[in-house]
């Protein structure tokens, strides 16, 4: 199996990328295309100790930046590390996307160029979350801020094959957001959402789930808006540092350093149950192949780990699941309509 990975994206490249890169080779035993600059990539990895000679490199021109407008991926940037990636996958010549770039950049050149399942109208980013009994997918989370129905839907169905098949949920939950659990209650897109759930054979829907009880575990695959998913996101990520922060506060001084080193073996597991790294990264769900959207502070570790993801992904066959269950969804839809 072959992993393309962009080596320019995120905020520690290319010398996490590099150094995750080899963790996945020697781990996984997964075959490995980098793209960006081969003289940097080079250099990093002899300036590093970094053994390269079992990556193919594959040079490219330049790097999109972060604040650049995400459709010129396709004109001003089509030689950049992320759009050659995403080339690459679409000739075939890898089987998944490892990239922690741009976001919008990430969608808008993994919908072009890879292309989307042939009925799915957005792909949706959709990252592993923590919870309290365990964790659950979020999506969309900011690649689709304006909604219909029908699409939350498919978010819907794609959350939940995923976490079936690379996360060995059985029949997982399936709950849409919404600001009380009445099915009465919400928007128009909560309102035609919940009669498409409701109404759908392939979800185990459990019903609307208030945002307090996302994180106590209550649904394994969690759905909303990319504007609401995105607000959820980062008011979790900002609820962690803070209790991150208050909690070595707590063990400050010798008393509290006395008291800390007695549960220092569940802090250190609660520590690891809310770090990122461990997931990976986030599916980009809907495109035709995989693709794994990497934190953009990623980490060698969280780097080896959305390679992983990424293989797991290819690996569990979830595209053709997806593809399968969405064609029952329209034949569903025709028959109703005759």
């Known amino acids: 199996m072959r992993i393309i990975v962009d080596g320019f994206g995120g905020d520690n490249a290319p010398l996490a990328t590099l150094q995750g890169c080899e963790l996945a080779i020697n781990e996984y035993g997964v075959d490995i295309t980098i793209t960006g600059d081969e003289n940097e990539l080079k250099?990093?990895?002899?300036?590093?100790?970094?053994?390269?000679?079992?990556?193919?490199?594959?040079?490219?021109?330049?790097?999109?930046?972060?604040?650049?407008?995400?459709?010129?991926?396709?004109?001003?940037?089509?030689?950049?590390?992320?759009?050659?990636?995403?080339?690459?996958?679409?000739?075939?010549?890898?089987?998944?996307?490892?990239?922690?770039?741009?976001?919008?950049?990430?969608?808008?050149?993994?919908?072009?160029?890879?292309?989307?399942?042939?009925?799915?109208?957005?792909?949706?980013?959709?990252?592993?979350?923590?919870?309290?009994?365990?964790?659950?997918?979020?999506?969309?989370?900011?690649?689709?801020?304006?909604?219909?129905?029908?699409?939350?839907?498919?978010?819907?169905?794609?959350?939940?094959?995923?976490?079936?098949?690379?996360?060995?949920?059985?029949?997982?939950?399936?709950?849409?957001?919404?600001?009380?659990?009445?099915?009465?209650?919400?928007?128009?897109?909560?309102?035609?959402?919940y009669q498409l759930f409701s109404e759908s054979k392939v979800l185990n829907f459990t019903g609307n789930i208030e945002p307090r009880y996302i994180p106590l575990g209550d649904a394994d695959v969690v759905i909303t808006d990319g504007f609401t998913g995105n607000v959820i996101l980062k008011l979790t990520e900002g609820l962690g540092k803070m209790f991150a922060g208050n909690i070595k506060n707590m063990f400050g001084g010798f008393s509290g350093k006395l008291a800390g080193a007695m549960v220092l073996p569940k802090i250190k597991a609660f520590k690891n149950k809310m770090d990122y790294t461990e997931y990976g990264g986030a599916p980009l769900l809907g495109t035709a192949k995989p693709v794994i959207k990497a934190h953009g502070s990623s980490n060698a570790k969280a780097f080896k780990n959305a390679i992983r993801q990424a293989r797991d992904f290819v690996e569990k066959g979830v595209i053709d699941e997806i593809s399968t269950s969405i064609a029952k969804i329209k034949e569903q839809d025709t028959k109703n309509e005759a």
């Open 43 to 193: 250099k990093v990895a002899k300036q590093n100790n970094i053994d390269i000679s079992k990556m193919e490199v594959v040079h490219t021109t330049s790097v999109i930046p972060v604040c650049a407008d995400p459709t010129t991926i396709m004109s001003d940037y089509k030689d950049s590390s992320m759009a050659v990636a995403f080339q690459l996958l679409a000739k075939g010549e890898g089987d998944a996307v490892v990239c922690a770039g741009s976001t919008g950049a990430i969608v808008v050149g993994a919908s072009l160029i890879v292309k989307r399942i042939k009925g799915i109208k957005r792909a949706a980013l959709a990252p592993i979350m923590p919870s309290d009994t365990g964790c659950y997918i979020l999506m969309d989370v900011g690649a689709n801020i304006e909604c219909r129905p029908e699409m939350l839907l498919h978010f819907g169905v794609m959350g939940s094959i995923y976490m079936e098949k690379i996360m060995n949920i059985q029949k997982p939950r399936v709950a849409l957001v919404n600001i009380g659990a009445e099915e009465t209650k919400g928007r128009e897109l909560e309102l035609g959402a």
